[in-house]
């Protein structure tokens, strides 16, 4: 039977959760097979980031195929994928796991994209977008954390823990595809007759084929903006880094503390890290400002805090601190995730048709971010020329090279039309309310 009107939005939201589950499935077992096999630490730190190769495809295809196939199709296909995925995790050999985590990156990047525009579409049109929005950030935020949680505990009380975490997984995705089934396709069709309207009248010469003043801006001007370059990008690979080096590098160094329980203390760790970043990432809006980058220079400064936080932890090797560490970087984590998006809502406020095909600023800028991912394998292959207190220390210096970029740069390049010129007395109260633009939709909820 299908879902209601009123609630079949949940089932896209659980196709959501679901692929984040799927992705973050890797950090507990990664306690396992260290502990299980013989692969080098540099190893898993190559299997966990290979998800990035998977992923980043994926964010910027899955907006053009939710467009060109529709959303209900690219959401199930990928699920599907995401499930022969674990599937295929749970053969126990290298070559099985670089596969499974490199196709459930893919499978992950077309569910963010086009499960979170049919999440949106199945809210509408009773609820706004930005509640839609948050149904879609805190669908992601409980799967990444779900599944990192339900891994460590299957992993560490039943058998099998290399196996059964993996096929539970493939298990959820089945039923969720299941649950989708009834969903109905959303895709506005209207859409595409608007773009060949547009399409025939420049091959007519008409005045969208005149270049110049009324040629509107690219749905990817955002990334070519200054300001992109000068705040946005500094500070996007903290967003993931934070979030990795809390729940990937930081519970291996204090396994000798918790023997017996590293692959719970992994998946509690990262589950407390996601957690704590949804709950942060509102509060990104209220320090958000149009006029300078206070946001962003806070959420990085805060990740610089974690960074030095979780390098007294490994220099005492001491759990407790790890604890911490990962409240301080998941904190990080939601606050420049959510300072970095409302930037770029703010440079692509004035684009055309967000719903064009095509990658959008939106999912390049989340691209940017998942560089984070990097993260792990980069320690990794760098900790045998220097300690993991030192190493983590050294990105907190090159976070505060890159907090200076920000802040030298915080109150320039802003978008046209934050400034408008002040009324005067006479028409004050008519610009007032004529004069302010309309709040657009966050494009990362599209």
């Keep these: 039977m299908p879902p209601s009107r009123t609630a079949r939005w949940l089932p896209a939201a ?14 507990a077992l990664a306690t396992v097979y260290r502990a299980r096999t013989d692969w080098s630490a540099l190893s898993l730190a190559a299997m966990f980031s290979v998800y990035l190769v998977g992923l980043v495809p994926g964010l910027l295809l899955g907006g053009p195929a939710a467009d060109r196939y529709g959303r209900r199709r690219t959401v199930r296909g990928a699920l599907g994928l995401s499930a022969a995925a674990s599937v295929v995790l749970a ?19 077309l569910v963010f994209l086009a499960g979170t525009a049919w999440l949106r579409e199945l809210s509408e049109p009773a609820v706004p977008p930005e509640r839609a929005a948050r149904r879609a950030m805190y669908a992601t935020g409980t799967g990444f954390a779900a599944g990192a949680l339900a891994s460590g505990v299957l992993a560490e009380w039943l058998p099998g823990p290399t196996v059964l975490p993996a096929l539970a997984h493939a298990l959820g995705c089945l ?17 595409a007759g608007v773009r060949a309207g547009v399409r025939a009248g420049a091959k007519a010469g008409g005045p969208e084929s005149t270049p ?29 880094g934070a979030a990795t080096v809390a729940y990937v590098v930081l519970p291996p160094l204090v396994a000798d503390r918790v023997p017996g329980y590293a692959p719970l203390f992994s998946g509690l760790v990262a589950a407390l890290t996601l957690a704590t970043g949804v709950v942060a990432q509102p509060f990104a809006a209220r320090l958000d400002d149009a006029d300078s980058a206070r946001a962003t220079l806070t959420a990085m400064a805060t990740v610089i805090a974690g960074l030095l936080l ?27 995730l959510g300072a970095g998006l409302h930037e770029v809502e703010r440079l692509t406020r004035h684009a055309p048709d967000p719903h064009a095909s095509g990658p959008t600023s939106a999912s390049l800028y989340q691209s940017t971010t998942s560089s984070g991912f990097l993260t792990p394998l980069l320690l990794a292959g760098t900790a045998g020329h220097a300690s993991y207190p030192a190493l983590l220390a050294g990105m907190a210096v090159v976070g505060l090279l890159c907090l200076a970029v920000t802040a030298a740069h915080s109150r320039r390049h802003l978008p046209a039309g934050e400034h408008p010129e002040p009324p005067t007395r006479e028409d004050a109260s008519v610009q007032s309310v004529a004069s302010t633009p309309p709040r657009s939709r966050p494009p990362w909820a599209e």
């Design 212 to 240: 110049g003043r009324g040629t509107p801006p690219h749905r990817t001007a955002a990334v070519r903006h200054p300001r992109f370059r000068y705040v946005v990008l500094p500070a996007s690979p903290a967003v993931l």
């Design 175 to 191: 039923l969720v595809l299941r649950a989708t089934r009834g969903l109905p396709e959303t895709k506005p069709e209207a859409r």
């Design 310 to 336: 979780g390098a007294v932890a490994a220099a005492r090797d001491s759990v407790g601190l790890v604890v911490a560490a990962a409240v301080v970087l998941g904190t990080g984590y939601g606050l420049t």
């Design 14 to 27: 659980a196709a959501v959760a679901v692929a984040a589950w799927g992705a973050n499935q890797f950090t």
């Design 91 to 109: 053969l126990p050999d290298e070559p099985s796991v670089y596969a499974a985590r490199l196709a459930t990156g893919f499978a992950a990047g």
